[in-house]
């Protein structure tokens, strides 16, 4: 593994445990030439992932973008960062067990709504402004009429 500070090809691991949900390994690695440390994650890929946006646009899968986009719309919540996590984890392992190698963008977003409207109806709103595109303020309003009604 190369060190993400200095370039050096060689990093040693000083220790290896699994992640709280066992999705991943977490290894501490040092580096012999800065002597920086720093964590990497090893996660089991069943089959490469192609995401199909709206446009026909065609792009490999980032964990890490979806991660990005769920933890924006949780930013300022009290939630926990590992249920962010065990969502990434549960909605990866969804889409790769699927079947299916390419991948609608509009699924995965709606995977992540019905995540979030089960963790936080704050960041269920926020994600939705984004992934249904809300204009106006009248864009919220209805959104949220539709919520209040579902619910009460």
Known sequence: MRCPFCGND????????PTDDNAAIRRRRSCPACGSRFTTFERVQLRELIVVKKNGQRVPFDRDKLA?????????????????????NGIQRRLESSGEIEISSDLIGEMVMDALANLDPVAYVRFASVYRNFREAKDFEDFVGKLGGDNG
């Not at 060689?10 to 445990?17: I, P």
């Not at 924006?72 to 590992?82: H, N, T």
Request: charged share 45%.
């Open 68 to 88: 990005r986009s769920i933890a924006i719309a949780v930013r300022k919540r009290p939630i926990d960062p590992d249920r962010v996590d065990r969502i990434v």
């Open 10 to 17: 060689d990093t040693q691991v000083k220790d290896s445990r």
